[in-house]
């Protein structure tokens, strides 16, 4: 028999699009293997989602991103995404060319999803890529830890870092509620932070 790729609560799947239709609001889907994905996983912001790598890897399908969240418009923060990995053999996620976690904002009310990483490793041309496309744009990512050796850039965002090694650069605009905290972590390049208007 075919093993399992993936699980979500306690329900194991041997096909991981099955896995992903499975993995709905307030639900974990834990990785069982290595997996290819064959579209991008969307998520909306208003939804609380985690993912449990381990120690094993997803990799984007050819040419997407492997993770993207939609704007849903909404205005108070809310956990929509949290990644965690084993620590000492840590699994990520694959997006070659492309994005790990990609976010777009649409619209022009703010829009507060929290994603928070933990640790994994994480290899695309962007680790973390949020775009505001001029409009008020304020999505709020928190890393723990992990390896991103693709580049983080978030446009008016509030990003908040307490440890990890950062191997691309990171770009972070922000306005007057997205604000920067840098308390630990290993940094090769910062392209652009902008000052608050307050802090």
Request: hydrophobic content about 35%; some cysteine.
């Amino acid at each position: 028999p075919a093993k399992p790729k993936a699980k979500v609560g306690n329900t194991e799947y041997t096909n991981m699009d099955d896995a992903i239709a499975a993995w709905t609001n307030n639900t974990t889907l834990t990785l069982l293997a290595n997996v290819t994905l064959t579209e991008v996983i969307k998520i909306k912001s208003t939804e609380a989602r985690t993912l449990e790598l381990g120690t094993y890897t997803m990799t984007a399908a050819s040419g997407n991103h492997a993770i993207e969240i939609t704007c849903e418009g909404r205005s108070s923060a809310s956990y929509a995404l949290t990644i965690n990995a084993d620590a000492t053999n840590p699994g990520g996620i694959s997006a070659k060319g492309n994005a790990c976690i990609y976010y777009k904002k649409s619209g022009s009310t703010k829009d507060r999803p929290i994603i928070r990483i933990y640790n994994g490793v994480f290899n695309g041309s962007y680790s973390i890529n949020s775009i505001s496309n001029g409009n008020t744009n304020c999505p709020q990512v928190w890393i723990y830890g992990g390896v991103f050796n693709g580049n983080v850039n978030l446009t008016k965002n509030m990003l908040r870092v307490w440890g990890g090694t950062f191997h691309g650069w990171i770009n972070c605009t922000g306005d007057s509620s997205a604000y920067r905290e840098i308390s630990g972590g290993r940094f090769k390049s910062w392209q652009f932070m902008t000052a608050d208007a307050s802090t």
